[in-house]
């Protein structure tokens, strides 16, 4: 037996159920793309690891981050996905030097920098005022749409005359 679909309708059915098969909440919640650009005395911060930490108030808990590139920027990146949920965030920006010499990194943590901080394999080089939870005051909002932040660290210390 042979069915052919020949109505319109029937057809804008079967086109729409191909186009929405997946959507749904399934992927995690709708995210706005963040983007931007790390400086370091006025120059490109490459390698930098650029943390969002969610506000606990925001509706929607997505932290994330992104790693500057050779020329600054980057892309924040939540659970694979580009882009974080509406809310404020907290921003924290590492960037930690080699590994110590002779020490071993175990190969779970070979791509993970913060890890390896934490584990004292690397020591972090910027200030705390960028990199700590505690010290620092980087707040941003995430809004809908696009959204871009540049950060331009300072490492200079302000003489007092």
Do not use: W
């Not at 921003?91 to 002779?102: D, E, F, H, R």
């Not at 020490?103 to 913060?114: K, R, Y």
Request: with cysteine.
């Amino acid at each position: 037996m042979r069915i052919v679909a020949r109505s319109p309708v029937i057809m804008a059915c079967i086109a729409l159920g191909t186009i929405t098969a997946g959507c749904g909440d399934a992927s995690g919640p709708r995210l706005a793309p963040v983007e931007g650009a790390v400086t370091l005395n006025g120059k490109p911060l490459e390698e930098a690891t650029v943390s969002f930490v969610p506000d606990p108030s925001n509706r929607e808990v997505t932290p994330g981050l992104g790693v500057s590139g050779e020329d600054g920027t980057f892309k924040v990146q939540h659970n694979g996905r580009f882009g974080l949920a509406l809310g404020k965030y907290k921003v924290l920006i590492s960037k930690t030097g080699s590994a110590k010499p002779g020490v071993t990194v175990p190969e779970a943590f070979a791509n993970d920098p913060i890890q390896q901080r934490m584990m004292g394999i690397r020591k972090e080089t910027l200030p705390k005022k960028y990199s700590d939870p505690a010290t620092s005051t980087e707040i941003v909002e995430v809004k809908d749409g696009k959204n871009r932040y540049d950060f331009d660290l300072d490492t200079k210390v302000a003489v007092k005359k």
